[in-house]
């Protein structure tokens, strides 16, 4: 039956409201290893964590409920959720990916799955067209992030999921950037969503956690064998943390997003200020594409300075707003992309999506708007 609750209730009570046995409302830590067995051939359906925890399978269960899927996967780390679902494919194989996306995501496909046999063509997966020339008859997968990150491109997640189903392919959505609260990629076809959970779902800059969501019966036992073989297992304390943060996502959205609007605004009026990109401005290229599949445009914005020699100056003037890799926390963070987060991406490859020695990435958190521009101001000049 589908479920006809809201998201803001979905993510407070999660797929558990509260503990059966003991009626906790807030789900206990199981920070155990190992689970006993009643009696030979009987099950508690636990035994070793690495494989299945109680406290991390609510927090499997309740984000796959938030993304609308069957089948929900917690790791250490987004990276290893994406590393995970990179092995539903073989050697031979030919992914495409989307060329403006975390360094890390480069790195990991390109230092080492092309090792392993796999082929990857990086391409604006915003231009439809440029995707259609990068098809062979190999390809079998198409991995997007919308918005990418940090130009906040938007790519059509709709006829991506054509596509690539019309050539037997997958197509995995990086959906960090908007969260399950703003955007849910398997209602438009996608195969799987991956997160960095490190980022809005956890949402305090104090936990790191990645995430897989999808409806693939045929898959399920697949994945869950790579995480438990791998190991790279979300413990059961940082499983508790995600599903705290959770609880209040829809909150932290919804003020991140007010803010982000704000300093974006005001980030076009500055001398200094060269462009800034936001995908809530009407302006924007993909602004109709991205409300017909959003409801929200969450916090993140980036902007070129003028000069390069503004940079310095403004990483080092900002006092609240925090020179800092990540984002999505409650905590304004300001990063440098082109030695931050997008370093291991080859430098030709980062010019051509636009990552230049100028560009700043910001997500906004939760302070007060008008502080935060105070601090932008004071640090520009």
């Known amino acids: 039956m589908k479920n006809t609750l809201s998201q803001e209730t979905i993510l407070v009570h999660g ?8 009626g906790a409302v ?66 031979g194989d030919h992914i495409i990916v989307s060329e403006d996306l975390y360094g890390g995501t480069y790195r990991l496909f390109n230092q080492f799955y092309a090792a392993y046999g796999f082929s990857f063509s990086w391409v604006d997966t915003s231009d439809f067209a440029r995707i259609e020339e990068c098809l062979r008859p190999e390809t079998k997968a198409l991995f997007i992030e919308t918005p990418s990150n940090p130009m906040m491109k938007v790519s059509d997640i709709r006829r991506c999921a054509d596509l690539v189903h019309r050539r037997g392919g997958r197509l995995i959505v990086d959906n960090t950037f908007l969260s ?9 076809g996608a195969d799987f969503v991956v997160h960095s959970g490190s980022k809005y779902l956890a949402g305090h800059n104090d936990t790191l956690a990645g995430f897989i969501v999808h409806s693939s019966d045929a898959d399920a036992d697949t994945l869950r064998t790579i995480q438990k073989s791998e190991g790279a297992t ?17 909150i932290r959205m919804e003020k991140q997003q007010k803010n982000g609007a704000a300093l974006a605004a005001w980030l076009r009026t500055h001398p200094r200020v060269e ?17 017909s599949q959003a409801r929200g445009h969450s916090g993140m914005v980036s902007f070129y300075v003028k000069r390069a020699a503004d940079v310095a ?45 100028t560009l ?16 932008l101001e004071n640090a520009l000049g």
Request: aromatic share 10%; hydrophobic share 40%.
């Open 26 to 91: 807030s789900t206990p830590i199981y920070q155990s290893v190992t689970f006993r067995h009643p009696a030979l051939g009987e099950s508690t359906g636990f035994d070793y964590s690495r494989g299945i925890n109680p406290t991390r399978t609510e927090l499997e269960k309740t984000l796959a409920l938030a993304e609308h899927g069957t089948h929900g996967l917690a790791f250490a780390s987004g990276m290893g959720a994406i590393s995970a679902i990179i092995k539903l494919f073989k050697p």
């Open 275 to 291: 462009a800034v990109f936001y995908t809530g401005f009407e302006d924007h290229p993909q602004y109709k594409l991205s409300c």
């Open 234 to 250: 979300l413990a059961p304390f940082d499983s508790w943390l995600l599903l705290r943060g959770i609880k209040t996502l829809a």
């Open 313 to 357: 100056r403004l990483l080092k003037k900002c006092s609240l707003i925090l020179f800092a890799e990540s984002l999505g926390g409650v905590e304004s963070l300001i990063t440098y992309p082109l030695v931050q987060t997008h370093g291991a991406i080859p430098q030709q490859m980062r010019l051509a999506a636009g990552v230049t020695d």
């Open 180 to 188: 399950p609260y703003f955007q849910n990629p398997l209602d438009l």
């Open 15 to 22: 797929a558990t409201p509260f503990d059966r046995e003991t």
């Open 360 to 375: 700043v990435r910001l997500s906004a958190g939760i302070e007060d708007s008008a502080d935060l521009i105070a601090d």
